[in-house]
């Protein structure tokens, strides 16, 4: 089993900056692609940035340039910082994983699927 935690949500101006992280909890062996998503209310979820442990990243457009995503591996931890915030940013972010492989009962290797955080909200003011 794979848990996600998420914190660092915060109302900040536009113009600031916030940092948000994300721990994953569980016998965890590995992860292959830590990332973050958001959503608005009456909109789908949208992708922000991943990170892969080949170090291959992949950020949204309207984010390249401003937000950073970076990996603690050896404590499953994954940030987001995020500069020079817009009032189109506001949404609550998710931390997700892929693909995870975890130790199981006995002590073997179990691959498990995608896991999903409860989210932390991120208000960006004009």
């Known amino acids: 089993q794979v848990d996600l935690v998420e914190s660092g949500g915060d109302l900040v101006q536009a113009g600031g900056r916030l940092t948000l992280s994300c721990v994953a909890s569980g016998s965890i062996v590995a992860i292959d692609t830590m990332g973050w998503y958001r959503q608005v209310p009456g909109k789908q979820r949208e992708l922000v940035a991943t990170?892969?442990?080949?170090?291959?990243?992949n950020y949204a457009d309207s984010v390249k340039g401003r937000f950073v995503i970076s990996r603690e591996i050896p404590k499953n931890t994954v940030f987001l910082l995020m500069n020079s915030l817009k009032p189109e940013d506001t949404a609550v972010y998710y931390c997700?994983?892929?693909?995870?492989?975890?130790?199981?009962?006995?002590?073997?290797?179990?691959?498990?699927?995608?896991?999903w955080g409860q989210g932390t909200q991120v208000t960006v003011s004009s």
């Open positions: 990170l892969n442990l080949d170090g291959d990243t």
């Open positions: 997700h994983t892929d693909r995870a492989t975890v130790r199981g009962f006995n002590g073997e290797p179990l691959n498990v699927g995608e896991r």
